[in-house]
């Protein structure tokens, strides 16, 4: 059952929805779209890749990026920019990557890829599947 609503609660929700629609009407409907949203209608992204890098214990770490080669140096350098499992684990190897397109699909390839064991994965790395054919593997549509 609800409880009756006191005069505050009502006014704090009028706020609340004032606010929302302020910043709504703000954002799209008085302004046109800002630039990089205009990209992303029009379909000018940046394709997504998926990686997977290979460390001195011959573990394997996956990752995704817009530009691998970028990322990889990134890693490399052991800065600020390095994922934190790299740090201590280098030299490093790129051994596999391949174009996914969406930054969803790319992100959901990487969370299957670390669901798999490790036979699984050491067996993707040496066949190195074309993108239809590692979704496919993965289950993804």
Request: glycine share 4%; proline share 4%; charged share 30%.
């Amino acid at each position: 059952m609800r409880r009756p609503t006191t005069h505050k609660s009502v006014k704090r929700e009028i706020v609340c929805v004032w606010r929302v629609e302020r910043r709504y009407e703000k954002t799209f409907v008085n302004k046109s779209f800002p630039e990089p949203f205009q990209k992303t209608l029009t379909g000018d992204m940046k394709p997504w890749f998926f990686y997977l890098i290979r460390t001195r214990l011959n573990s394997l770490y996956a990752g995704v990026s817009t530009d691998v080669t970028r990322r990889f140096q990134e890693h490399c350098a052991g800065g600020k920019k390095t994922a934190k499992y790299l740090r201590s684990k280098m030299p490093l190897n790129l051994v596999y990557q391949v174009r996914i397109g969406s930054h969803r699909q790319a992100l959901q390839v990487e969370f299957r890829f670390r669901k798999l064991s490790k036979q699984k994965k050491e067996n993707l790395v040496i066949a190195k599947p074309r993108v239809h054919q590692l979704l496919k593997i993965l289950k993804i549509e």
